[in-house]
Each structure stands twice: as C-alpha cells, then as structure tokens.
C-alpha cells in the first residue's frame, strides 16, 4: 500500500532491486535513482572488497546516504548472507553468529533501513535437531533484540538441495517455515517470501504459499528471479516460465501489510 494513505501502490511502485553487497551502496541508490526504483535491498559484506562492511559506515558516510534516500523516496533493507550459519552450535563461532545479527539490527537503526532479510542456517544432516534448536532460539533472541531496537527481521524461506547433498538449509520447506513463525510471534519477525526457492519443493509456488496462510499478514518482502538476476520488492514480479503471476501474487499480500 502507499505509506500512510491506505491506498494500494502500482505494481511498478512496488518493484525493488537486491544489490548484493559487492558494490558501494552509493552506486546503487544512484542506480535506483535514475530509474526511478523506490525499494533497495543490500548486504554488507561483499568479497573481496567488502565496501559496505559495517566498519565503513562512518557518521558522514551514514548522514549522506540516509539524505540520498530521502531525496530520491527510495526505501533501504538490509540482506544477511546465507553462508553465515545462524544454527552454529560450535561455542566460539555461536557466540560470532549472536554478533553477527545484532550487528545487523544496530545498523538498521543507524542506517534507517525497514528491514533486515534473514536465514535459518543450516545443518550437516547428521546433527538436524541440534541445528534447528540453535537455528530457531538464536532467532527468537535476535527477534526480541529487534523487538526491543524498532527493527523488523524477515525470515527468507531458503533453497532445497540436491538429494544427496550433506549440507542443507534450514526453513527451506513448510514444515519447518512454518515452526519458525509458530514459534515465534512477533511483529518483529516477517517473512520474506523467495518464489523461485518455492518452485523447488514438491508443493510447488502456488501450493507454498497456500501452505503459508497463517504467515501471509508477514509477508513484506517477496523475491522472484529470472535465469541470470534477482528482482525484489514489497511486490516483485520480474520472472520467467509462468513464475510471475504467484509474484505478483505475493506482492498483492505484502502491499496491504
């Protein structure tokens, strides 16, 4: 919806860009500037350079780009990666995945982004269960850091892997999407809605998402893709091979929450 009007936005209004994190966020809202693009998503890390590492944020670096937002309207979310285990159980490196999202919530404040995209992990299939539970209070800790700081985290449903493979995400199919929003409910925990992940479990994108009625008020940030690049927004709909109508779809949802 248009912010505060209660009126539903265009569905051009409501395409967004995922910059990655390998390029200065600077370049990026020049980008989405100049083609008139209104949502951004970004990580901060990004290899080998890593210019938007966190340490880089400095009061005047964070003063300019917070300005360029607001002169161009454009919105600013924050994407985790998805190789950072938030289900590590290892003591030493547990203690660095807590960090890693609080590091994460504390920059959304400073940088004024509405939104934090993060995972579930994942697991070495012989320690599952110890990997969900880390996975699952590890988030709720982090959700009620969000809660307490004026952030919103949106869990990402991730991707299946091939049948044979050792390691595998965690919230990649319903059962286990839908315990992370079962037992966690918060305003501060939405859920980002990846299609092209969907399109990989048997239930297919129409019958995830139907799945994941309970959850569908949290979904704010739906994510399709074509065969070479991301395309995302509180409503994105840039896809292939029939993908784009339950895009279009979802977006539908995340626009009136």
């Not at 910059?19 to 500037?33: H, N, Q, T």
């Not at 454009?74 to 994407?79: S, T």
């Amino acid at each position: 919806m248009s912010p505060g009007d209660g009126r539903l936005m265009p569905l051009r209004q409501r395409i967004g860009v995922d910059l990655g994190g390998r390029r200065p966020l600077e370049e990026g809202l020049a980008w989405a500037a100049a083609k008139d693009v209104h949502y951004v998503d970004v990580c901060l890390e990004g290899a080998p350079e890593h210019p938007n590492a966190p340490a880089t944020w400095t009061p005047a670096r964070t003063a300019a780009m917070r300005a360029t937002c607001e002169r161009h309207g454009i919105r600013l979310g924050l994407h985790s990666s998805s190789a950072v285990n938030v289900a590590e159980t290892s003591p030493l490196l547990a203690e660095a995945a807590d960090r890693y999202l609080e590091t994460y919530i504390d920059l959304a404040g400073r940088l004024g982004a509405g939104w934090i995209v993060v995972h579930g992990g994942y697991h070495f299939t012989g320690d599952y269960a110890a990997r969900r539970a880390a996975s699952l209070e590890r988030l709720r800790r982090a959700t009620a850091l969000a809660e307490r700081a004026g952030a919103r985290l949106l869990l990402e449903n991730l991707n299946r892997e091939p049948e044979h493979a050792e390691v595998r995400y965690l919230a990649y199919n319903l059962e286990e999407c839908r315990e992370y929003f079962a037992r966690i409910q918060s305003p501060s925990l939405g859920w980002a809605f990846t299609v092209n992940h969907a399109h990989l479990v048997p239930e297919g994108v129409a019958g995830f998402l139907d799945a994941m009625s309970d959850a569908a008020a949290r979904c704010a940030w739906p994510t399709a893709t074509d065969a070479t690049r991301s395309t995302c927004a509180p409503a994105r709909a840039r896809s292939t091979s029939g993908r784009c109508s339950h895009a279009s779809r979802a977006g539908d949802t995340a626009a009136t929450t």
